[in-house]
């Protein structure tokens, strides 16, 4: 199975309530296999577009996709990722590492700005 993410986060304020909302699809019919919206308390924007990452990544981890594109609006978080940007924030690094660390339990992904 191929699946497709969507995520997004964000902060009013920056830092300010924030939350994530993450979609995640069969990419072969376009079903929706998990959509939510979590509120996560006071947080910066970069923090937040992270907890929507490791939110669907830790929903892939357990349908086991035979690949997993993810689609995120933050150029910053996907250049991150993709090894062109180094995290420097010493608050991004540890969500950056579990992102690693989930990234790494699947066979094959793909991540898009």
């Known amino acids: ?3 497709t993410a969507y995520i997004d986060g964000g902060a009013r304020g920056n830092p300010g309530p924030a939350g994530v909302g993450v ?3 069969d990419a072969s019919d376009q079903t929706t296999l998990h959509a939510a919206g979590y509120f996560l308390g006071r947080t ?12 669907a990544l830790q929903i892939a981890v357990k349908l086991k996709p ?3 594109s993810i689609i995120s609006d933050s150029q910053l ?6 090894g062109e940007y180094r995290v420097k924030s010493p608050d991004l690094k540890p969500l950056y590492e579990q ?13 898009e700005h």
């Not at 924007?45 to 490791?54: D, K, M, P």
């Not at 992102?99 to 991540?111: P, Q």
């Open 66 to 68: 035979a690949h997993l």
């Open 99 to 111: 992102a690693m660390t989930l990234l790494g339990k699947l066979r094959d992904w793909s991540f």
């Open 44 to 55: 910066t924007n970069n923090v937040a577009e992270y907890h929507g990452l490791l939110r």
């Open 77 to 82: 978080m996907v250049r991150q990722i993709h």
């Open 23 to 25: 979609v995640i699809l």
């Open 1 to 3: 199975m191929k699946l």
